[in-house]
């Protein structure tokens, strides 16, 4: 599915396990028109492991998904769009993008399949948007 010029976007912070990752859910809704309601994720957590091997080496990255969520909720397809440099990364971040669960996205009260971009951050800090599991500017 491809979206044409003027989508519209939709952002969300989300909080990770052991907020070792962050994420930003940026929703692109295609066809139609009216506003539409952003999917938000079922659970409070994404299911991302950092990389042990990578862990212990104190290597850090950032992954950039692009994930479809259907009109259930569901994750079907999921593209890298930026790579961290770290095939490990990568593989982590795409393996729980699958994992994924989310209450779907709407326009004009009917559920809408919607592209989402998610940065997935592998730092060993905490984020300072995610820190007390409240986002900057919130």
């Not at 009216?34 to 994404?46: F, S, V």
């Not at 091997?53 to 769009?81: C, F, Y």
Request: net charge negative; aromatic share 6%.
């Amino acid at each position: 599915m491809s979206c044409p010029a003027g989508d519209h976007f939709v952002g969300r912070v989300l909080s990770i396990r052991g907020g070792a990752l962050a994420a930003l859910l940026l929703a692109v809704g295609c066809g139609g028109e009216g506003e539409i309601q952003q999917p938000t994720p079922l659970y409070g957590e994404i299911p991302i492991e950092y990389p042990l091997q990578l862990w212990d080496q104190n290597m850090e990255g950032e992954t950039l998904l692009r994930v479809r969520v259907t009109d259930t909720g569901q994750v079907d397809s999921i593209e890298v769009v930026e790579s961290a440099g770290e095939p490990a990364f990568d593989s982590a971040a795409v393996a729980g993008a699958r994992e994924l669960r989310f209450r779907p996205a709407r326009r004009n009260g009917k559920r809408i399949e919607v592209w989402a971009k998610v940065p997935v951050h592998f730092s060993k800090r905490p984020r300072p948007d995610t820190l007390g599991g409240v986002a900057s500017g919130s």
